[in-house]
């Protein structure tokens, strides 16, 4: 009903009833302005051809209902083509199915505990290559077995020959176990363990193909909304895939650096324009190099929100961001699934099909990719935090703190809406000062003044 308060979508993810310290939602479900399921279907055509020019506008006022997130979710991390019917995004589903179930066949030859319904938490592998018979892992696989019973510690250790690629993944799964079983542990759905293993297998295909990336900390934050939303393993893990091909650079690491200090260098360079007051005062308190915002960036505020209200900022940050080339973008050219789907080849991107901060972006003549909206969040945050930030903050523990302290008490909508208004600002003064720079150029050189 049009003007009701909305209805709670805490009762969607269930809490367990001891974790009393779980803050709740400010997500609300509101009839006329979340993208109900009603809305969601009457935005395809008979053959399937999406309207998501429509369906962003409508995510943008009210975000997604719990019941449809996974499935809208799927369009806006581009594994779908908007412009595809519903035969070419079976085929396209059946097709990803069959590949992640080739991966996981791989990884179960190697280390046959993937895909038993059970994880790991202790190492099954030495650096160099050598198999460890830890107990814990016979008693985490088969609860009730004897620990010392020998042939059966041998029947899960991993299966050799290994490559330095076998040795690298393997040593992987008991360190994406640990993680695993931290994972929105407050959650009535992680008290199953299908649901844990899930999570678990996962990951560990995830690190099996990706071997320039590997497992990463904070990948599991990243996946674990996946599984909720999306029943079919196969399903949630292309999911989990298109985010990270946003997201993998973060956790792209060399011995001297971390990916995400990229975004934390993209960040320090915005707020100075913005607020350079506060970033000269975070550059006082020896905090320039924007370290205590990593975690908003690596796991786009997982832990600054609450579960439900940080799906509802990803979804809301994904509409605002949204390119309608994403899905020809992720595929390999030449590839059975780009085949299935032609309609949308040699069309020009069309505005009405891009999310409001694309958009703005796709005004900008510019040959540099645009900085993701994460970066104008956090220093949305920041900016909304100045004043308590310039006055209270004498070192950078407290800088940590006093951000620490807005845990479960933002606002998504309210993020977006600034993110956008600094993105605004930012693009504004990034231009006067171009136009500054070229005006001086052209008066100290009047060879170029001429020409």
């Known amino acids: 009903m049009w003007g009701a308060p909305g209805e709670p979508a805490d009762s969607y993810y269930a809490v367990r009833p001891e974790c009393t310290d779980v803050p709740r939602t400010r997500f609300k479900i509101k009839p006329g302005k979340t993208l109900s399921a009603r809305k969601w279907h009457a935005a395809f055509s008979p053959d399937g051809h999406l309207d998501i020019g429509k369906t962003l506008r409508r995510i943008q006022r009210g975000g997604i209902h719990p019941s449809i997130r996974g499935e809208v979710w799927e369009f806006l991390l581009g594994c779908y083509d908007p412009d595809s019917t519903f035969d070419e995004r079976d085929q396209i589903r059946q097709h990803r199915r069959v590949q992640y179930a080739r991966w996981k066949n791989e990884c179960r030859e190697i280390f046959p505990v993937i895909g038993s319904g059970k994880y790991i938490t202790a190492p099954v592998i030495t650096d160099d290559g050598q198999p460890i018979q830890d107990p814990l892992v016979l008693l985490e696989t088969n609860p009730g077995t004897d620990a010392n019973n020998a042939d059966m510690v041998n029947k899960l250790l991993p299966r050799g020959p290994f490559d330095k690629k076998v040795i690298q993944w393997l040593l992987t799964l008991h360190q994406i176990g640990l993680d695993v079983i931290r994972t929105d542990r407050t959650l009535v759905f992680y008290e199953k363990q299908e649901n844990l293993s899930k999570l678990w297998d996962i990951l560990s295909v995830y690190a099996w193909i990706d071997t320039d990336v590997g497992y990463g900390q904070g990948m599991s934050d990243l996946c674990s909304p996946m ?38 260098g993209y960040l320090a360079a915005v707020t100075q324009v913005i607020d350079p007051k506060l970033h000269n005062h975070f ?20 832990r600054e929100f609450s579960f439900c209200d940080s799906l509802y900022l990803w979804e809301m940050m994904w509409a605002l961001e ?130």
């Open 227 to 264: 599984i909720i939303l999306l029943e079919d393993e196969a399903d949630a893990f292309w999911c989990f895939e298109r985010l990270m091909r946003r997201l993998r650079g973060n956790f792209r690491c060399t011995e001297n650096s971390v990916g995400v200090e990229t975004q934390l």
């Open 322 to 451: 949204y390119d309608p080339d994403l899905f020809s973008l992720y595929e390999e050219p030449g590839s059975k699934i780009t085949k299935a789907v032609v309609s949308s080849k040699g069309k020009p991107k069309s505005t009405r099909q891009c999310g409001k901060y694309e958009r703005e972006n796709m005004k900008i003549k510019s040959s540099d990719a645009p900085l993701p909206i994460s970066v104008f969040l956090v220093a949305s945050v920041l900016k909304d935090k100045s004043s308590k930030l310039l006055h209270e903050a004498r070192g950078l523990d407290d800088v940590v703190k006093i951000l620490n302290d807005m845990t479960g008490n933002l606002d998504a909508k309210k993020a977006c809406i600034g993110a956008l208004k600094l993105h605004k600002k930012y693009l504004k003064k990034m231009t006067l000062h171009e136009l500054k720079s070229s005006f001086f150029s052209l008066m100290l050189c009047p060879q170029a003044k001429k020409t």
């Open 283 to 302: 550059e006082t308190l020896g905090g320039g190099d924007y370290l205590f915002a990593f975690r908003m960036l690596m796991v786009l505020f997982r």
